[in-house]
């Protein structure tokens, strides 16, 4: 069973920035997607971010586009999302997410099987 473990979140005033790593351990090994969802009060939970292992591919949502990057690193076996300059509407519980189905960077959330327990991010005006 595949575990997830977030880390990084906090509070930061508009235009701060905060890097948001997550821990991948356990099977399954065939990871075909890596990605980042939030999601905020009274909201569903929208993706952020996506990474497809096997061309390095990513996707973005408009939102965030030029503000975030998704990277991978192997040998820590962790996903992170670099966001800069943040902004009040960033404001959400952040999830990393893993699908082994996936065959696009573009991946819809119901791709994705095994989630993390989430990791706040709170930016202030």
């Known amino acids: 069973e595949l575990q997830l473990k977030e880390s990084g979140g906090g509070s930061v005033e508009a235009g701060g920035s905060l890097k948001l790593s997550c821990v991948i351990s356990?099977?399954?090994?065939?990871?075909?997607?890596l990605g980042w969802f939030r999601q905020a009060p009274g909201k569903e939970r929208e993706g952020v971010a996506t990474?497809?292992?096997?061309?390095?591919?990513?996707h973005y949502a408009d939102s965030v586009k030029g503000r975030f990057t998704i990277s991978q690193d192997n040998a820590k076996n962790t996903v992170n999302l670099q966001m800069n300059d943040l902004k009040p509407e960033d404001t959400a519980m952040y999830y990393c997410?893993?699908?082994?189905?996936?065959?696009?960077?573009?991946?819809?959330?119901?791709?994705?099987?095994?989630w993390g327990q989430g990791t706040q991010v709170t930016v202030s005006s």
């Open positions: 997410a893993v699908s082994i189905t996936c065959l696009r960077a573009n991946a819809g959330l119901w791709e994705f099987a095994y």
């Open positions: 356990g099977w399954p090994r065939m990871r075909y997607c």
């Open positions: 990474i497809y292992i096997r061309d390095s591919s990513t």
